[in-house]
T-cell receptor, first 113, second 112 residues
Framework: GQQVMQIPQYQHVQEGEDFTTYCNSS?????IQWYKQRPGGHPVFLIQ?????EVKKQKRLTFQFGEAKKNSSLHITATQTTDVGTYFC?????????????FGKGTLLTVNP | ETGVTQSPTHLIKTRGQQVTLRCSSQ?????VSWYQQALGQGPQFIFQ???????GRGNFPPRFSGLQFPNYSSELNVNALELDDSALYLC???????????FGSGTRLTVV
């Protein structure tokens, strides 16, 4: 079945440093979504990417979808303590399985003030 | 606009028992999905309901079952609980299609 892998598993940065998490799927995706989960919280939707090579920005966050629609990345510029949490990518397959989101294991970001 | 609400927030059950978890979808959302999240893991898809019918299922045994009601609220039922069923159970809703989901705060289930 479809597998989504994320690296790194953990990332600790000093406030102001940049952060990137990478996501790779074993199969071609119809779209990819990114979620943030604060410690003790629930996933919160950040963004969806649909098109091959798509790049979207939300303030300090930049999301990319690979040309082959099998990989994605999230880059945070100049991290802040409010960025702390686990970032998950979640992919939808194509065709009849496009209802199902397959989540990666997430990247836990901690920020030292 | 209300979000997704789940009840109860925490639950302790004994192995072999049955449990029902409840979810009220966000207003205007006709699709609800249930996920199981073990500690330190990403959410795993259990199943999805659209307009009261199951339209997708993950790799979970039949003892995991669900319902969606005309008001789009939903239930997750788990029979014959096992210790490995201990997890955070998340309900998520959207307007259908491949759009972002709104997640509830989850039910923390502990099986002893």
């Amino acid at each position: 079945g479809q597998q989504v892998m994320q690296i790194p598993q953990y990332q600790h940065v000093q406030e102001g440093e940049d952060f990137t998490t990478y996501c790779n799927s074993s199969t071609t995706l119809s779209n990819i979504q990114w979620y943030k989960q604060r410690p003790g919280g629930h996933p919160v939707f950040l963004i969806q990417l649909v098109k091959s090579g798509e790049v979207k920005k939300q303030k300090r966050l930049t999301f990319q979808f690979g040309e082959a629609k099998k990989n994605s990345s999230l880059h945070i510029t100049a991290t802040q303590t409010t960025d702390v949490g686990t970032y998950f990518c979640a992919g939808s397959g194509s065709g009849g399985s496009n209802y199902k989101l397959t989540f990666g294991k997430g990247t836990l970001l901690t920020v030292n003030p | 606009e209300t979000g997704v609400t789940q009840s109860p927030t925490h639950l302790i059950k004994t192995r072999g028992q049955q449990v029902t978890l409840r979810c009220s979808s966000q207003s205007g959302h006709n699709t609800v999905s249930w996920y199981q999240q073990a500690l330190g893991q990403g959410p795993q898809f259990i199943f999805q309901y659209y307009r009261e019918e199951e339209n997708g299922r993950g790799n979970f045994p039949p003892r995991f079952s669900g319902l969606q009601f005309p008001n789009y609220s939903s239930e997750l039922n788990v029979n014959a609980l096992e210790l490995d069923d201990s997890a955070l159970y998340l309900c998520a809703s959207n307007t259908g299609g491949t759009y972002g989901y709104t997640f509830g705060s989850g039910t923390r289930l502990t099986v002893v």
